[in-house]
């Protein structure tokens, strides 16, 4: 490594000398040799604090109903074209039941914020999946109110995720027309004071974002001391009022930010996330290779696939469960790295327990 750059780099999991926006925006630009070096870094840091082991965690995207007009979301509200699906709760199940059966620890459930799932027929749908299919459950349907979390988690909620989508205040007003920043932070303190393992994250690359907003993206989510750090590229959708903006040009940078952050949340739990397959055919191969040790294969009945198209050239649209669940065998055998076994609950804070 380039000697100016071996500070920086050792400043990153450090808590006597923290590091700073410069120190990443710095790493942000490594090429050639040095890039090398920081990928191989990242994969062993990853190696050595949450082992080989890939964490499986299928997806059932349940409901593209959503009330919130997000400006870069295929399925905000009002988007014309967009066919409306909700898949029946006990449909939910029965999915949840053959993720089992194909060996998966963890089912998420994700949605639009769909007002037809209450409260009570979301503790309905967990209990179930609980007595049912006996899986970790992880919920991604957006913000709710603040007595919402503990009731889930008394249903059997294990995690939930919602994604902080950038840490910039007014980046954050500007794409979100009906949302409030703060508000979206309260929820990750609710989510975690019931007892939920939290995971959170950001979009890569966001229009009118550069490299120093995705630094100052690093160190919060490093701050916030996440059980699962899910991060992706921003994919344009060409029927969103952000659909001009094309991602950035150079494609290292969104394996760069994985790699950082590995290299700052040792024990967090990274996946590599479904936008990086739409970046690139191999993304999230690479992105296993440069920190990350979750991979989430799609388990949404192949009839709902094609509808929850929150960005354009979504893998796998036209695959069942079964053939996402064969490929991610032969994808991380590729890679050498074993399948885990169980739930994988987050290693940060004991089984269990956030
Ligand atoms: N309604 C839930 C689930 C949202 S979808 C919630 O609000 O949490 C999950 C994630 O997809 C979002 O948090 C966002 O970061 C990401 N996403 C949405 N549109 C995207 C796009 N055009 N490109 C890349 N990621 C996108």
Known sequence: MTPELEQPLDRLNRNDRPPTEADLRALLEVQGDDLRELYARADEVRRRAVGDEVHLRGIIEFSNYCHRRCDYCGIRAGSPGVKRYRMAPDEIVAQAVQARDWGFGTVVLQSGEDPWFTTDRVCDLLEKIKAEAGLAVT???????????????????????????????????????????????????????????????????????????????????????????????????????????????????????????????????????????????????????????????????????????????????????????RCIVRRLERLKRPPARGRGDSVKRGKGNG
């Open 139 to 325: 919920l991604s349907i957006g913000e709710r109110p603040a007595d919402d979390y503990s009731r889930f988690r008394a249903a059997g909620c294990d995690r939930y995720l919602l994604r902080f989508e950038t840490s910039d205040r007014e980046l954050f007003a500007k794409i979100h027309p009906d949302d409030d920043y703060d508000g979206r932070l309260a929820c990750l303190d609710q989510i975690r004071a019931a007892g939920i393992q939290v995971g959170s994250g950001f979009m890569i690359g966001l229009p009118f974002s550069g490299l120093d907003v995705l630094a100052r993206d690093l160190l919060f989510a490093t701050q916030l001391d996440l059980d699962m750090i899910g991060c992706g590229p921003f994919i344009a959708h060409p029927d969103t009022p952000l659909g001009g903006h094309p991602a950035w040009a150079d494609r290292e940078i969104y394996f760069k930010a994985i790699a950082l952050l590995r290299l700052m949340n040792p024990l967090s739990h990274i996946p590599a996330t479904t936008a990086f397959d739409a970046l690139c055919p191999n993304g999230r191969d690479l992105v296993l290779t440069r920190g990350g040790n979750v991979f989430m294969p799609n388990i949404t009945p192949v009839a709902y696939r094609a509808l929850y198209q929150l960005y354009p050239n979504k893998p796998c649209v036209d695959e069942d469960g079964g053939a996402c669940a």
